[in-house]
T-cell receptor, first 114, second 110 residues
Framework: NAGVTQTPKFQVLKTGQSMTLQCAQD?????MSWYRQDPGMGLRLIHY???????DQGEVPNGYNVSRSTTEDFPLRLLSAAPSQTSVYFC?????????????FGPGTRLTVL | GIQVEQSPPDLILQEGANSTLRCNFS?????LQWFHQNPWGQLINLFY???GTKQNGRLSATTVATERYSLLYISSSQTTDSGVYFC????????????FGTGTSLTVIP
């Protein structure tokens, strides 16, 4: 199992550019999510999904879009990048069953917006 | 949402020392995890522990769900233990949103 994979590892954008951060998991997890981590802070939830075709907003959703067309993939789109979106982005997945819902994280994408 | 507070925010230890990290949370939870973020930024799962006690080598964790706190114990610390330790919770009453604390930054000096 590859677990949770993210691409790219690093990205530099100019203000106003768009891009998609990719996330994939091979554990057949229903739940997938995106977080951002800013210096000195914990992780904050951007968007999450409990299954294909179902997404919802987290704590800091503004400026980001998501979709979930398959169980495996959960891309995060920045439509018009802003310097405030400079951060490290983590994708995570887990089962939803309340009996066991341990989260597993990808390696992260470090994004800089100039 | 759920408030998650971790203490202490920073900790410096001599190699070989023991430490206790604390995580307090403001509501009932059905998932609590401890993570170690290493100096390269990778988040490593330490414990999935919504209640009870678990041990893994030099690390152990206890969650007292009724009193809304969890403790992470590190014994005989090593320099490789350095990094940031995060607690994250999923509440019974907060849908499917996980909440993270702001972490404890641990530095182990040789």
């Amino acid at each position: 199992n590859a677990g949770v994979t993210q691409t790219p590892k690093f990205q530099v954008l100019k203000t106003g550019q768009s891009m998609t951060l990719q996330c994939a998991q091979d554990m057949n997890h229903e739940y997938m999510s995106w977080y951002r981590q800013d210096p000195g802070m914990g992780l904050r939830l951007i968007h999450y999904s409990v299954g294909a075709g179902i997404t919802d907003q987290g704590e800091v959703p503004n400026g980001y879009n998501v979709s979930r067309s398959t169980t495996e993939d959960f891309p995060l789109r920045l439509l018009s990048a802003a310097p405030s979106q400079t951060s490290v982005y983590f994708c995570a997945s887990s089962y939803i069953d309340t009996g066991y819902n341990e989260q597993f994280f990808g390696p992260g994408t470090r994004l800089t917006v100039l | 949402g759920i408030q998650v507070e971790q203490s202490p925010p920073d900790l410096i230890l001599q190699e070989g020392a023991n430490s206790t990290l604390r995580c307090n949370f403001s509501d009932s939870v059905n998932n609590l995890q401890w993570f170690h973020q290493n100096p390269w930024g990778q988040l490593i799962n330490l414990f999935y522990i919504p209640s009870g006690t678990k041990q893994n080598g030099r690390l152990s964790a206890t969650t007292v769900a009724t009193e809304r706190y969890s403790l992470l114990y590190i014994s005989s610390s090593q320099t490789t233990d350095s990094g940031v330790y995060f607690c994250a919770v999923l509440g019974f009453n907060t849908g499917n949103q996980f909440y993270f604390g702001t972490g404890t930054s641990l530095t182990v000096i040789p």
